[in-house]
């Protein structure tokens, strides 16, 4: 290999022959580790907007990383209201769950057609401690979350799922605010 300066000042022109090419290819073949291994990704949906476009974010990443995608609905328990008597919530509840399971297996067609690993899993709870049980369960990498960003008596009253996932997850927590600007091409 030779090195001769180039017509622009600090600039410089390299003349390989036949010898240099094993050397030219072990430097560019410098094995690098993947610095960020997402293997599974869990996406909490109450089927809004706001979680939608969590999910675009969730597959986006699962298909840059090849990672599988876990697609969580919880099911909030019934208020508890005394003295209005009992309302049997039982069959309510097996309605909504069932409407819940056909809603993510079309969406885990949907992704599938992608080429990415996904499956539905639908559980009932309180929706944080729900979603952190699962993602301790399922030993998964990152949580993409939305949040529909509540704020005062609204936040007050209602919690934010999105926080106790935040404070509680055992993994890393991607929360996607519904109106901000995005960094992903769908």
């Known amino acids: 290999m030779k090195a001769k300066p180039a017509e622009h000042p600090g600039e410089v022109i390299f003349e390989l022959n036949r010898t240099d090419e094993a050397m030219m290819n072990a430097a560019t073949d410098i094995a690098t580790p993947d610095e960020c291994q997402i293997q599974r990704i869990l996406v909490p949906l109450d089927f809004s907007a706001a979680s939608g476009k969590a999910l675009d974010y969730a597959i986006s990443m699962a298909r840059e990383h090849r990672a599988a995608i876990t697609l969580l609905h919880v099911i909030p328990p019934p208020p ?83 926080e106790v996932v935040v404070r509680q997850a055992p993994c890393p927590v991607l929360v996607v605010r519904e109106k901000e600007r995005d960094f992903i091409r769908k």
């Open 80 to 162: 508890y209201a005394p003295g209005y008597g009992g309302i049997e919530f039982g069959p309510v509840e097996e309605g909504m769950r069932i409407g819940a399971s056909k809603d993510l297996a079309a969406y885990c067609a949907d992704i599938q057609r992608e080429g990415i690993v996904a499956e539905g899993l639908v559980r009932v709870g309180s929706p944080g401690l729900e979603i952190v049980e699962a993602a301790r369960s399922l030993k998964v990498d990152l949580i993409v979350i939305s949040t529909h960003g509540r704020s005062g008596l609204k936040h007050l009253l209602m919690g934010s799922v999105a």
